[in-house]
């Protein structure tokens, strides 16, 4: 018999058949179908390489005949042997079937006869193990090619890097994209430049890898190593991207730039054109830095562009509204969600519910919660840990611990969360024997006891002169680490303390301000009070008197306005964020020493003890310990209490040196120091200087203005003021209406104040104790009026 020859690393056509040849393949292919291998004879049959393919290539003959039918040939040993054009035939076939578990065995086979197949078939073998998730057998196929020796084709290496990147190999996909960009010498007008480069498709994974991993200045060493070295052109997709992960870090101007960028390009590509994808990124962006009103205004811009908003367009808005205390426009935006036919999900729903109870909106919470479950909406533990944790916040403590009881009777929709909210509020009332019983629960249950918990524990120990109850925490609390650390360090804490010097007086240690020179940090010098903050009519303004240089006739004028605006503007202003800082940060040992500093300061200022916080915060810092803004602003707090303005304001200029983020909490201590120096009248430059950074006003912060401005006499201005507060959806709370019946009364505009006394038992607010004050003194001052109006009325012989 004679067999075929083979040319060893050869691919090249095989010769046209015979016609015995053809009559032999298509008996062939009849018994594979019918029986498979076994009835086959090596000694009948004149097997060679054309032979093989042809019956390979039969599309009627099933793939798992074809793989019994190859490996039949390779049993053949000596006689016969697969040339690179079999195997590369049997891998497309094992690919295209789904049979990925033979390929192993068939590179054994192909490396036992050594023979190596084109890169193409590398690059198939390499999609087909990505597209199926096995990322660890593509890595292999990569290995087995650089042990053969096997040239990488450029192109190949878009799945390496993705396979590398979904294997979670972060770092490993960044290195060898590095090595990629290191070796390109030119640009993209360079055709050798462009085959050299991953694609398009990789660069983007790679770019949303190092965004999921907060990798930023990687991030940016790519995005800088691609536009500035090589001119690297991005597609609308690795645009979007780009935007929203440098907006997510707070670079809004970068983002507005490439938007910029995208649509100047978009004149030239039409492919390059912003698409939905591109405004949701940056409404969320724009809701993220704090800039909700320009987000809104974007919406209603999106809905005349040929774009139509779709659910994470009204997801990403309720958040925004929400999180700024826009409750109004939360509420409209919800409505039109729904009127367009999207169904709200769980997420929609926790955001207004946690917004509303912040907002003081308890009874529209409640409803909303029902309108939830007659909706058929899934809730979670978050949104029962929301209307619990809503509830405690508002004075409805009773009705949240009865709801905490129901549901952990029922054993649903309660988690770790949900039992760390009870025992704080627990604390905060002085119940710590319950709050201690519910922790010893709360390990029963399985669940873990973080730090929030146990620092919540002590705040409560110390706060209520139980301070030696430190050492039940050991009792209660079974983990074998936490608790155990949480002592060492309060005990060494304590040593260190010792060891300062307890005649020193630590309250200079922070630079001293005077008030002008915190002004010019606000960056303003209007000392008119302004409190029609973000009104529609600036918006229908902006709307309806454009800048000279927006094209009319495009279709997002206003994002074209806000992206020209960052080249003229000065954006070097201090850092804001939007979320307010914590005690505890949750991360882990990484931030330990912080979180056990915030909860000792906050132990030692609840006690009136600014030397010993002070003391703390030096021993600290020299440690090199780095403060948050939870840290800055309970010092910056304590001073201003203490009437120590111009250490005050040291503290915020360290805080802005040391680049630590402003929250609202940080205006909320400046507004409260400038009505205690009886500046009022600059409130509004720090007001222009907080919504300028995407800043918004919540309770508090309305709260701290309407008092500052009625003890200044300037009562018109609170007026209005709250005024705008509730025309902004968030309702007044006991506070706010203590503060105007106390102004009110002390100004002599008693009707007013009686009719804020009013308002506030028709809105269902309760009284409490400084109420009680406040009403002793309005009736005396009422009673006063009466006898000054009737001392001086006539008497009947005309005489007063």
């Known amino acids: 018999m004679r067999h075929g020859t083979r040319t060893l690393y050869s691919s090249h056509k095989p010769p046209p058949l015979h016609l015995g040849n053809i009559l032999l393949s298509a008996s062939l292919t009849k018994t594979l179908s019918e029986s498979g291998t076994r009835n086959l004879d090596p000694q009948s049959i004149p097997i060679s390489e054309p032979l093989v393919l042809q019956v390979l290539a039969k599309n009627s003959l099933d793939p798992s005949k074809k793989l019994d039918f190859f490996r039949w040939c390779h049993s053949l040993g000596p006689f016969y042997k697969h040339n690179a054009c079999t195997y590369s035939h049997i891998f497309r076939t094992v690919c295209k079937a789904g049979f990925l578990e033979e390929v192993p065995g068939l590179l054994n086979s ?4 050594r023979v190596v197949v084109d890169s193409d078939i590398f690059k198939i073998l390499l999609d087909a193990f990505i597209k199926s998730g096995k990322f660890d057998s593509a890595l292999e196929i990569l290995d087995y090619m650089e042990e053969l020796g096997t040239s990488l084709n450029p192109r190949m290496y878009d799945s390496v890097l993705v396979a590398l990147i979904r294997k979670n190999q972060v770092g490993l996909a960044l290195s060898i994209f590095s090595k990629l960009l290191d070796a390109c010498n030119g640009s993209v007008n360079d055709p ?5 480069l991953p694609g398009s498709f990789a660069c983007n994974e790679l770019l949303v890898a190092l965004k999921k991993s907060d990798m930023r200045v990687e991030f940016k060493q790519v995005f800088d190593k691609l536009r500035e070295k090589i001119g690297f052109e991005f597609d609308t997709c690795g645009y979007n991207i780009c935007i929203h992960a440098f907006g997510c870090w707070g670079d809004l101007d970068t983002s507005l730039r490439l938007f910029k960028e995208m649509k100047e390009k978009s004149l030239v590509h039409g492919a390059l054109d912003p698409d939905l994808c591109t ?3 940056l409404i969320q962006v724009l809701c993220f830095v704090g800039k909700v ?15 139509e908003p779709d659910e994470f367009t009204y997801r990403n808005l309720i958040q925004g509204c929400c999180k700024s205390y826009r409750m109004d426009d939360a509420i409209k935006v919800f409505n039109e969600m729904q009127y367009n036919g999207f169904i709200p999900n769980t997420v929609v729903y926790n955001s207004l519910l946690d917004g509303m109870f912040k907002a003081r909106k308890v009874t529209e919470a409640c409803q909303l919660f029902e309108k939830m479950v007659q909706d058929g909406v899934r809730t979670s533990c978050w949104t029962y840990n929301i209307l619990i944790d809503g509830l405690f916040r508002n004075g409805r403590a009773e009705a949240g611990y009865t709801l905490f009881c129901d549901l952990k009777k029922k054993g649903q929709f309660v988690d770790a969360i949900t039992f760390s909210i009870v025992v704080l509020q627990l604390c905060r009332e002085g119940h710590l024997e319950e709050a201690l019983q519910l922790v010893e629960e709360m390990e029963g249950r399985g669940y873990v006891v973080d730090l929030v918990t146990i620092t919540s524990l002590l705040i409560g120990f110390h706060k209520h002169g139980r301070w030696d109850w430190t050492e039940r925490l050991m009792k209660h609390i079974r983990d074998v680490n936490l608790v155990p650390n949480v002592l060492k360090w309060k005990a060494e804490m304590e040593v260190s303390m010792k060891r300062k010097s307890k005649k020193k007086d630590y309250t200079p240690m922070f630079p001293t301000k005077d008030i002008k020179e915190i002004m010019n940090l606000m960056g303003s010098t209007n000392t008119e009070m302004d409190t029609n903050l973000g009104s529609e009519d600036d918006r229908v303004k902006d709307e309806e008197n454009p800048p000279s240089d927006i094209d009319q006739w495009s279709s997002s004028p206003y994002m074209d306005k806000l992206a020209n605006q960052v080249n003229s503007d000065d954006h070097s202003s201090q850092l804001f964020s939007l979320s307010r800082g914590q005690r505890v940060q949750e991360k882990g040992m990484d931030s330990f020493d912080i979180d056990m500093i915030n909860t000792f300061l906050s132990i030692f200022l609840a006690k009136g003890k600014l030397n010993m916080a002070c003391k703390l915060f030096e021993i600290f810092s ?21 009437g120590y303005f111009n250490q005050a304001w040291g503290i915020l200029s360290e805080m802005g040196e040391n680049v630590c983020p402003a929250d609202i909490a940080t205006y909320n201590v400046i507004i409260q120091g400038l009505g205690k120096m009886g500046r009022a009248d600059l409130a509004s430059s720090v007001l222009d200087k907080l919504m300028k950074q995407g800043g918004y006003l919540d309770v508090v912060m309305y709260n701290t203005l309407i008092n500052a401005l009625g003890k200044a006499g300037r009562i018109d201005e609170a007026n209005k003021l709250f005024e705008q507060m509730r025309a902004s959806g968030i309702n007044p709370d006991v506070v706010t209406f203590n503060t105007l019946i106390e102004v009110h009364s002390k100004a002599g505009r008693l009707k007013k104040a009686y009719k804020f006394l009013k308002m506030m038992l028709d809105s269902g607010c309760s009284p409490n104790h400084i109420t009680d004050t406040t009403l002793d003194f309005l009736g005396r001052e009422i009673e006063k009026l009466r006898y000054q109006k009737a001392s001086i009325m006539p008497n009947k012989d ?3």
């Open 110 to 113: 192909m490396k036992e006869d």
């Open 192 to 196: 050798s430049v462009v085959e050299s």
């Open 279 to 281: 405004y949701n990124s």
């Open 293 to 307: 009103k320009d987000a809104l205004i974007v919406w209603e811009e999106l809905k005349v562009s040929g774009h």
């Open 622 to 642: 020299d440690m090199g310990v780095n403060p948050v803004s939870y840290t800055y602003n309970s010092m910056m707090s304590s001073f201003v209490k203490k």
């Open 798 to 800: 005309g005489s007063s």
